[in-house]
């Protein structure tokens, strides 16, 4: 699919319409909703907020902010998300995939956030048919720094022990440890992620 061709004048004028109805008192003129209507990721957007279509790709030309700024305007967030959030699916020859979150968006997520990220993060994982193994990581390990970075990350597995006792998720933990059983069991007997293969990581903030 061109957005710019003629074969899409209709269905262009269409998606236009709509975005300058409900942006009207935004900010947003008709002659910039067509313009929004000739690229391609705004259209695409459009197609997903319209059930014409599944899902969306984009990023491999452009930038991550441009890719996504146009999501993030179009589409609404799923009910009971408040913050949106982002993870990289890596995949590995030795531990299969791995989720990565939040690798772009929150620059220092508070420990709402990191609980919400982890519970969001979980979801994808489920999507692809898998169940989430979750470490927290940080440069501590179970409350063996007091600093606000690990705190954090405490306080969110705290959350998540008490409210989704299913969910396998502990930390803080640095990255050796969360990736290594024999170091893990040898430590850290107790954590939850005993004997279980880690596949997804959260961040503490995106450095």
């Known amino acids: 699919i061109d957005p710019k061709s003629d074969e899409e004048a209709e269905r262009r004028e269409a998606f236009a319409q709509k975005i300058w109805k409900s942006r009207e008192r935004r900010g947003i003129t008709l002659s910039d909703a067509r ?15 319209e059930d014409q279509a599944d899902a969306m790709l984009s990023g491999y030309s452009r930038s991550y902010r441009t890719s996504l700024k146009p999501v993030l305007e179009m589409i ?29 968006i929150n620059p220092s997520p508070t420990t709402e956030e990191l609980s919400n990220i982890a519970l ?29 970075s690990p705190k ?10 008490e409210n989704y006792p299913d969910l396998i998720v502990d930390g803080d933990i640095q990255m050796d440890f969360a990736l290594n059983q024999e170091m893990l069991k040898e430590n850290f007997p ?12 959260i961040f503490a903030n995106l450095d």
């Open 76 to 104: 609404p967030k799923a009910q009971g998300v408040k913050k949106i959030s982002s993870a990289n699916l890596m995949l590995t020859q030795k531990r299969g995939p791995m989720f990565l979150a939040d690798t772009a």
């Open 152 to 161: 954090k990350i405490q306080k969110a597995v705290e959350y998540l022990h």
């Open 35 to 49: 313009k929004m209507m000739r690229d391609r990721s705004y259209f695409a957007s459009m197609l997903i907020l």
């Open 120 to 148: 969001m993060t979980a979801t994808t994982v489920k999507m692809f048919g898998m169940q989430p193994v979750t470490a927290m990581v940080s440069y501590g390990n179970f409350g063996s720094s007091e600093l606000e």
């Open 190 to 201: 107790f954590s939850k992620l005993v004997d279980k293969k880690v596949n997804t990581l």
